[in-house]
């Protein structure tokens, strides 16, 4: 017993010295053989380190200097003989920016064996194995062709060389050798530990996944092909398929016009960046194909659950997300560090400044996201130590939350932490008193104090400027000038006469279909007060974005009454954000509702589709509280924010629609649970 304790310590260590070889070995490995003294960096020796292009490897470049009185980007274009090199240097502003040299290849292979590292460091369980292994990763590379094909024009922008032309092309070649490599090494980790991952699922939130130079995620790319080898042996899978070709192909069908690149910013490695067949269909598939991953996945290891495990994971893995995002700020290397090796979809924060005093991300790419993971975080520790009533939380745990209560405190995300704490009294009432009466009448009073609430302290806006809220800001970014002014000095928006605009064929092309169809509800209407389409929309979105998001969504969506109903296509906005010209057509604005996002795309009808079955699910477990609540937490928030669109956020919330299947009923605290962790 002894000696395979001692036996399993000595694997982890040398798992953790590779890690670190991981971290210093890739950027060491090119450097020079001499003993030349290395420039130090001011605005004086900028013009000498452009003639020493590719001279200096990054670790050469730090050990000179060590001040953080500039800026580390990655040039993702550089050659193989360039990776890790100073390939750059350029002064914005008052800032010095150096640029390193990277490449798609090797930024596979680097980050791939890290997070492997990383997932091999789960204890292993009972062995799982996987059906149609080298078939699923055919299917998967092939759909990795189309989509190399599909988004040419995001490659060609980070690799000189990148093409699609299959005689002779190397690049894309090894590429896809490198993929293979990964999906078969990954195969072997998830079989060994299969009913152990998802004990250790909160750590996608640290190690989010996405590659630096591709429009791809590492747990995409893994779940999808779980995905695929069990589409491969379940019937009700492959039926699913098949309704998801029939919507792919109308989606297909509504393309008029090819969109090739749309920057996808934040959203990289889980949203396209261009707007046509292909890469419709790609995201279609690979979208049913992850959702079908994960779903196997929670459904055949949500029983080998281990509570105070999986809690004392999400307490960690808050507390090291708080942990890293401080450390990412200190400097320029640890930021980029940080960047690479955790995949972020984005550079952390550079500061530890919050964005215009509101809120910081850290290394997330979302404040809102990682606010609600931070508030999901206690919700879920808490409510779980009440309903096991002699259960407490010992005081490492209480430490672990105070930290996570500070990076949900540094995320400023009202919605997260307000809904947290209504949900948890509401569980404390169901479990800390007997009459019915009085438990029901405070989750009445919660249900009601959400509206008085904001009506007291968030509310500026009169009644009647709140109905039509929605439609000036949609207007703000709407492409009319030139309105005649009456005799004040007004213009027809000024002055609410919304309707004159329609009336010109002129003005009417520059609206989009969405917000021409609530300005006539606004006018037509007998009533402007509720329960008017468009003052229900707008006073609902006040106090939700200030009107000012989903103004934008509504000023943008031009939808014709097909793609209403139906969408444009999974993980696509570049229809929605480019097709209709507005003023805000550059850099990435989201709705700010996820709801609305997934609005553009699978339309009204998949959001009633989704809306009745999570209804239906909620139905059936009623006598599941926690269940019910972590759900109501899920949907409020979703309607917030556009956290799901972030494929952490997403895969959080597939997790929590399967909790209806696990017995919180064995939570107990014992040190051994925390340390085992």
Not at 120 to 148: D, R
Not at 373 to 380: M, N, S
């Amino acid at each position: 017993m002894g000696g395979g304790r001692i036996l399993k310590n000595k694997i982890i260590y040398l798992k953790l010295l590779v890690l670190v070889a991981t971290l210093v070995l890739p950027w060491s490995v090119n450097n020079r053989n001499t003993s030349e003294d290395i420039l130090k960096l001011n605005e004086s020796t900028l013009t000498a380190y452009e003639s020493l292009i590719c001279d200096y490897s990054i670790t050469e470049f730090i050990s000179n200097n060590n001040s953080s009185d500039y800026q580390i980007k990655f040039d993702t274009t550089s050659s193989i003989g360039c990776f890790s090199k100073i390939n750059g240097t350029s002064q914005i502003d008052s800032e010095i920016v150096i640029y390193v040299g990277t490449n798609i290849n090797l930024d596979l292979l680097i980050q791939s064996f890290f997070w492997l590292v990383l997932l091999s460091m789960i204890p292993i369980s009972e062995k799982y194995n996987i059906k149609y292994k080298n078939t699923s990763i055919l299917l998967l590379l092939l759909l990795l062709g189309l989509h190399l094909t599909s988004e040419q024009y995001f490659y060609n922008l980070n690799s000189k060389i990148f093409s699609t032309n299959l005689a002779n092309n190397y690049l894309l070649y090894s590429y896809l050798l490198g993929v293979y490599l990964v999906l078969l090494t990954f195969v072997n980790i998830l079989e060994n530990r299969f009913y152990n991952f998802t004990n250790y699922l909160p750590y996608i939130f640290l190690v989010v996944g996405t590659y630096n130079t591709s429009n791809l995620n590492f747990f995409l790319l893994c779940f999808s092909f779980l995905g695929i080898s069990q589409t491969l042996v379940n019937k009700r899978y492959k039926l699913m398929l098949l309704v998801v070709l029939v919507f792919t192909t109308f989606w297909t069908s509504q393309v008029s016009q090819s969109q090739l690149f749309f920057d996808v910013d934040k959203l990289k490695g889980f949203s396209s960046s261009s707007y046509n067949i292909y890469s419709i269909f790609f995201w279609s598939l690979m979208y049913f194909f992850l959702c079908c991953g994960l779903v196997f996945l929670f459904k055949n290891t949500i029983k080998y659950i281990q509570v105070n495990k999986l809690l004392n994971n999400f307490l960690y893995s808050g507390v090291l997300l708080t942990v890293l995002s401080l450390f990412s700020a200190t400097g320029p290397i640890q930021n980029l560090y940080t960047y690479y090796y955790l995949g972020l979809n984005k550079r952390a924060s550079s500061t530890f400044e919050s964005v215009s005093g509101n809120a910081w991300r850290g290394i997330s790419p979302s404040a809102e996201g990682v606010g609600e993971f931070y508030a999901f975080i206690i919700l879920l520790v808490v409510t779980v130590t009440l309903k096991n009533k002699p259960a407490r939380l010992s005081y490492l745990q209480l430490s672990l939350i105070v930290v996570n209560l500070y990076g949900l405190y540094r995320s400023n995300n009202f919605a997260a932490s307000f809904s947290m704490v209504l949900l948890i009294i509401a569980v404390f009432a169901f479990h800390y008193f007997k009459s019915t009466k009085l438990k029901y009448g405070i989750v009445f009073g919660i249900l009601i104090s959400i509206p008085i609430s904001y009506v007291i302290f968030f509310n500026t806006a009169s009644l009647d400027e709140l109905n039509r809220k929605v439609i000036k800001e949609g207007l703000e970014i709407s492409y009319i000038e030139n309105l005649e002014n009456n005799e004040y000095g007004l213009t027809a928006v000024e002055q609410n006469r919304f309707l004159e605009l329609l009336q010109n064929q002129e003005d009417l092309k520059k609206v989009s279909t969405s917000l021409s169809y609530l300005i006539e509800k606004y006018h037509f209407s007998e009533r402007n007060n509720l329960p008017n389409v468009t003052s229900l929309i707008s006073s609902v979105a006040y106090p939700i974005n200030r009107s000012e998001k989903w103004g934008i969504f509504i000023g943008k969506y031009n939808p014709s009454m097909k793609t209403f109903i139906l969408g444009t296509g999974i993980n696509n906005l570049v229809d929605y954000y480019l097709h209709h010209p507005t003023k805000v057509n550059s850099g990435l604005v989201l709705p700010h509702s996820g709801f609305l996002s997934y609005l553009v795309y699978i339309g009204a009808l998949g959001i009633f589709i989704l809306i009745l079955l999570l209804i239906i699910k909620i139905i059936r477990n009623k006598n599941h509280p926690l269940f019910i609540v972590y759900v109501l937490f899920m949907f409020v928030n979703i309607l917030k924010s556009d956290s799901v669109l972030y494929i952490n956020n997403f895969i959080l919330l597939l997790f929590v629609l399967h909790l209806d299947k696990l017995n919180f009923s064995g939570f107990k605290n014992t040190s051994s649970d925390i340390n085992s962790s």
